[in-house]
């Protein structure tokens, strides 16, 4: 029997909520899958038409490639966690909305700290904005933050770069990284234990600067 604050607890109740519109127009919720020991955590901006009908994130186009990435970082797919800010479909892959962000909120929240990653890897401006509300993704991505008791690194959505041949470099050298970042995440963390006042979570505020990045949900 899942416990209150199990993966599975919350995938069942992401599976049955009624929070905000989306589940009216969804197939399936997307809660998010991978091992609770990962140290790493994937973060989108929500499911696409292929993930809305198998219920599981990244598995279209967009999801291929990052498999692809990941590799370049010597991991696979089982080896970490992947979800998004917003547990269900919206429709024609339009940005999610305010309310909608709000809504999934506390399940992100919980499945954070469940799953207690050393690395958030945030993909796309929505992610992003969830940790970082004023930054400009084309001026940070890549580079490691420390945020409360872990380690946040924005990058752009797989989707951006296959829409723009532009970013391809530029996320493949940011996910080839993560080895170093991940080991440099361990030591830190295991040395230093955080000031109090680092250990206050963001408040949801989910803005975005209006900057250069592509709309990153339309090859899902």
Not at 15 to 27: D, V
Not at 39 to 61: A, C, H, S, T, W
Request: aromatic content about 6%; hydrophobic content about 40%.
């Amino acid at each position: 029997m899942p416990t209150p604050d199990s993966l599975a607890q919350i995938a069942s109740e992401v599976s049955a909520c009624t929070r905000c519109a989306l589940h009216k127009t969804r197939t399936k919720a997307v809660p998010g899958e991978g091992p609770q020991q990962a140290e790493i955590m994937l973060i989108g901006e929500g499911p696409g038409f292929n993930e809305d009908q198998q219920g599981r994130p990244f598995v279209g186009q967009a999801g291929q490639f990052l498999e692809q990435l990941l590799a370049l970082a010597g991991l696979k797919r089982s080896d970490v966690w992947i979800g998004n800010v917003v547990k269900c479909r919206p429709p024609n892959n339009r940005d999610p909305l305010p309310e909608e962000l709000q809504a999934c909120h506390a399940y992100l929240e919980r499945q954070i700290a469940v799953l207690n990653p050393k690395i958030i890897v945030t993909l796309g401006r929505f992610s992003m904005g969830k940790f970082f509300p004023t930054a400009r993704i084309s001026a940070i991505h890549g580079q490691m933050r420390r945020v409360g008791e872990r380690f946040v690194i924005a990058m752009f959505h797989p989707a951006a770069a296959l829409h723009n041949p532009t970013y391809l470099p530029l996320i493949k050298q940011d996910f080839a990284r993560l080895p170093e970042l991940l080991e440099t995440a361990r030591r830190e963390l295991a040395q230093a234990t955080p000031h109090p006042s680092m250990l206050a979570e963001p408040q949801p505020r989910y803005e975005t600067s209006k900057d250069d990045s592509p709309k990153q949900m339309r090859l899902f």
